[in-house]
């Protein structure tokens, strides 16, 4: 909902207007000696084809053009990052439509693991299949202490804006040319190789809400050197995020959505009696109770909670009811308190220095260090069902009263927002670095070799953590047979594991002392260590040619050696923690030998019809220490009919090798009942089950990529207009995934021997035959058995034109990208009926490979070399909570639909100097306070999906860049 600006912002833009003028003032002050600034460079599009004489590396090691590589390849300019004022390359990045904000800040309220992560993850495949490159090099990735879920990718807060020159997104598969990892594409930060002068940017933003504050200040200097064969480069910058808060920080949130499912739809006379399984609410409270309520089965007692004096009197649970939350009622939602997005804090800087020992060698240095901080609220106790016994000293008299005598326990349901939350600090300091070599040898050949060596250190910290021993401990508390006091049981018993145990009195809000609280949590740490060593040649050259042009062959070879090593607390390594924080340490390692070769072969030139043709092959051998040799291939062509008109397509081959965790985790167990179905009899046993952990069998995943598609480059009146059209197809087998229990006992059920063999099995008591047995353990861990299959069309539209009624150097430009989604089929390996799903149109965040049908992109900017204007228009268009639903009866849902939704942002600058090197820049993102659509993810219960929707809301950025 539009809101007017509160005070507080008011006050703030007041005195950040003031104070970046004064900045600003003080800096050209000091400037206004300093050598004068080279002209800023016109802006380019966002997704525009880059200058037909300007090489596109990423697509092709070959191809001498952006237009003869036969794989599409979209470009961010440094100019789009400055102009929005962003602290990171992922927040422009997820603005284009092929990306998903899988793991980001503003999607990672959920992820505890890693709250400051940034990923990228094209086409919504996840962010493993997707390679992120430095000047076209691996660096070290992120790997998280969880055990497995959160997959080993390349954090994006290592590169410092101001360091990048450019961001190149190769939107198709690339394993041929790079390796494992490059299945849905490839993202190529391009850094600045040379650099001469200081520039300086100092910013800061605030929402309307008085929230999100976000402060910045990043630097970057240059200079060369040995009468100029030599260069130096150095940037840092430094970021600071506020976060925000829980939910009823904002209108949309205090409304409360949240899908509750219908327990009572089948009972006549009851509130849900008639409706659907499923139903999309607002004012959805927890069902558990603040104080406590009694859940079990006692006249006068049931559905009884506990007032803070320890009176009873009945619970309200609001109209219908389903797990632990409930339509209306008393209470609050089960996430009070838990942060809609974390704070952040980042610190990482970038350098390099480049040295021409010839004409035809030259020598590098380059690599940096990163520091990023997340910190989340996160969740109070939970307890659905606590039993508690008939001589707990704490039971009020009310209820004492009542109990019948043959009664020795009963079971109450609490959530304890009076105990706190737990609340998570995660650092991730990444220092990396690169040596190499780069040269020619004449006749047009160039050659490269670099070595690079990256250290990831992660560590988690969880406070205020339950730990699930002392709170059963501290729960069960009786009265001391000599004093009368509260004390716990176990201490009465002598039970050395309950040493220093509190008693916890659960009846009423705030009847828990300090020092019970203090005893039922602790504090949760976990450590990875992750290494990557990394060594490559390249060399590229034309060993001949057509008469159609130089044949142009690249060829080289790359060592890769990763090792991984997780410590944790003693708690954590045994499960102990009850909601969060337990990780099992273990450690493992893989090295890869690969060669590759590629090849572009002109065809024809300068014909009718045929200005250009060319075809294009790679082919890449990997001999992995773990899955052994793989192949990866890549084939295509470009035909140019005439000039500015180019045809594409390419078809290739990827892999992608298990990451460590997925061959190497322990896995965490878990205890639940499971059911499987023998000789036609069920028998159901509650067994210890690890599905989460590794497995040093699993095998690689393969990709087919097919793109086609058509780009036109506009030449004569036409010029400064640009357009292209991709189709692509990938295929994703023997995907890499751990099912679950429930999936495995399905399997088992309807006779799959290899799942019924993941269970151990003893005598089932409860028969009197010595031989009938029961499964008694389950131990499965990560299998290739998923599959997944996008298709989809790519459009990006580029025009620029001069509009001098503006005034000196005024210009006019628009760049359009847009993603539409034929289909995105995921098939979880289940074998079950409906395992198989098309995910396409699914804008809800419940479910693997979900991807709304069409998201586009559209920016126009007008300008003179004084002043610079952009509207931004991101939309989203209207889908479905969960494609399934309304498919069974048991998944009938009241409303599954998701309305469109467009955001508008502008963005400003001013520029002072002859030379422009004076600039103040500013940012209103989500102009018109748009709020997102309620998408809840039942199993998280959060009410919105952060990965396509902003829950900021209308926000401001201010700012001023110097460069002299």
């Known amino acids: 909902m539009t809101g007017s600006i509160d005070r507080r912002t008011a006050s703030w833009l007041h005195r950040m207007l003031a104070s970046t003028a004064l900045t600003a003032t003080a800096i050209a002050a000091q400037a206004a000696t300093a050598q004068e600034a080279p002209a800023a460079p016109e802006a380019e599009t966002e997704t525009a084809a880059r200058p037909a004489d300007e090489v596109i590396i990423t697509a092709s090691r070959t191809a001498t053009n952006g237009l003869q590589a036969p794989t599409p390849t979209q470009v961010v300019g440094v100019e789009v990052l400055e102009r929005q004022a962003v602290t990171t390359v992922m927040e422009v990045l997820n603005q284009n439509p092929a990306f998903k904000a899988t793991r980001s800040p503003g999607a990672n309220a959920t992820n505890t693991s890693s709250p400051a992560q940034a990923t990228a993850d094209l086409r919504a495949l996840g962010g493993q299949r997707t390679l992120v490159l430095v ?12 055990n497995l879920g959160v997959p080993t990718t390349t954090d994006l807060n290592l590169f410092p804006t101001n360091m990048i020159e450019r961001v190149e997104v190769v939107t198709g598969g690339a394993s041929a040319l790079y390796g494992s990892d490059a299945v849905s594409g490839v993202v190529n930060i391009i850094m600045k190789k040379k650099f001469s002068g200081v520039e300086v940017t100092g910013q800061a933003g605030i929402s309307q809400r008085g929230d999100y504050a976000t402060q910045r200040i990043g630097a970057i200097a240059g200079t060369s050197f040995a009468d100029g064969r030599g260069n130096v480069v150095i940037s840092a910058d430094y970021s600071n995020n506020e976060g925000m808060g829980d939910i009823y920080s904002r209108d949309w949130g205090r409304d409360e959505y949240m899908i509750v499912s219908n327990s009572q739809r089948t009972v006549p006379g009851t509130p849900g009696f008639g409706q659907p399984a499923l139903i999309l ?114 039971i009020p008299t009310a209820v004492r009263a009542l109990l019948p005598a043959t009664t020795q326990s009963f079971n109450i349901s609490r959530i304890a927002y009076d105990l706190g939350k737990n609340y998570y600090e995660i650092t991730n300091e990444t220092p990396h670095g690169t040596i190499g070599l780069e040269g020619r040898l004449g006749g047009g050949w160039k050659w490269d070799v670099h070595a690079s060596y990256g250290v990831n250190n992660y560590s988690s910290i969880t406070y205020n953590n339950p730990v699930s021993a002392n709170l059963a401990f501290a729960i069960d508390a009786v009265a001391d047979p000599v004093t009368g006091a509260p004390v716990c049981r176990a201490v009465l018993q002598g039970n050395a594991a309950a040493a220093g145990c509190q008693p916890l009195n659960l009846f009423g809000e705030g009847n828990a002392s300090t020092a019970a609280r203090d005893y039922i949590t602790g504090q949760a740490w976990s450590k990875v260590k992750y290494d990557q060593f990394t060594a490559a040649a390249n060399i590229v050259g034309e060993p001949f040619s057509t008469w159609a042009g130089p044949v142009v062959v690249a060829f080289g070879g790359e060592y890769r050696r990763e090792t991984s090593s997780l410590t944790a607390d003693e708690v954590g390594s045994a499960n102990g923690f009850l909601t969060a924080g337990n990780a099992v340490p273990y450690s493992g390692e893989f090295s890869v030998k690969e060669g590759y070769i590629e090849a572009t072969a002109p065809l024809a030139k300068d014909m009718p019809f045929l200005h250009s043709l060319s075809l294009n092959g790679a082919f890449r051998y990997a001999d992995y220490s773990t899955v052994g040799g793989q192949q990866a291939w890549k084939v295509g062509g470009t035909w140019e009919p005439v000039e500015g008109l180019n045809v594409r397509v390419a078809r290739s081959r990827d892999i992608r090798a298990p990451a460590i965790n997925e061959l190497f985790s322990p896995g965490s167990n878990v205890r639940n009942s499971v059911s499987l179905v023998v000789d036609g009899v069920t028998k159901a046993a509650n067994i210890p089950q690890n599905t989460s952990q590794g497995n040093p069998d699993v095998g690689p995943e393969y990709g087919d990529t097919l793109t086609a598609g058509i780009a036109y480059r506009g030449t004569g009146a036409l010029r400064g207009f640009g357009i292209s059209v991709d189709y692509y197809n990938i295929k994703i087998k023997d995907a890499i995934t751990n099912l679950s229990t429930v999936n495995i006992a399905n399997l088992c059920s309807n006779g799959d021997a290899y799942f019924c063999s993941l269970f151990t099995y003893g005598p089932d008591t409860s028969t009197p035959d010595p031989n009938d047995r029961i499964h008694t353990g389950l131990v499965a861990g990560s299998l290739n058995v998923g599959a997944f299959e996008q298709e989809g069309i790519d459009v990006t539209l580029n025009y620029g034109t001069s509009a001098d009624f503006l005034g000196d150097g005024g210009r006019y430009s628009m760049s359009a990208s847009g993603t539409y989604i034929l289909s995105a089929i995921v098939d979880s390996g289940t074998g079950a009926a409906n395992a198989v799903v098309d995910r396409a149109g699914e804008n809800g965040w419940s479910n693997l490979g979900s991807i709304p049908r069409f998201r586009g992109n559209l920016s126009q900017t007008i300008g003179t070399r004084a002043w610079e204007l952009t509207l931004q228009t991101i939309f989203i268009s209207a889908g479905k909570q969960d494609v399934t639903y309304n498919t069974l009866p048991t998944n009938t849902i009241n409303d599954n639909d998701v309305p469109a939704v467009a955001y508008l942002n502008l963005f400003g600058k001013i520029f002072v100097g002859e030379n422009r090197q004076y600039e103040m820049f500013w940012a209103i993102n989500n102009l018109l306070d748009k709020d997102p659509p309620p998408t809840p993810y039942t199993i998280l219960n959060f009410p919105t ?4 929707y902003d829950k900021v809301g209308r926000n401001f950025m201010i700012g001023a860049r110097v460069r002299f």
């Open 945 to 948: 999906n952060g990965q396509y």
């Open 135 to 146: 000047n076209q090099s691996r660096v070290v990735p992120f790997a998280p202490a969880s």
């Open 281 to 394: 609410s607002p004012n959805v409270h927890n069902s558990l109770g603040a104080g406590g309520v009694i859940i079990s089965n006692i006249p006068g007692l049931t559905n009884m909670t506990f007032n803070p004096d320890g009176s009873i009197r009945p619970f309200d649970k609001g109209e219908i009811f389903g797990g632990q939350v409930m339509i209306g009622g008393e209470g609050q939602s089960i996430i009070k308190g838990v942060a809609q997005m974390p704070d952040v804090r980042r610190f990482t800087t970038y350098g390099s220095v480049y040295f021409d020992f010839s004409d035809s060698v030259t020598g590098y240095i380059e690599g940096g260090f990163s520091r990023s901080v997340g910190f989340l609220d996160g969740i109070a106790i939970r307890l659905a069902s606590q039993a508690i016994r008939r001589d707990n000293v704490f």
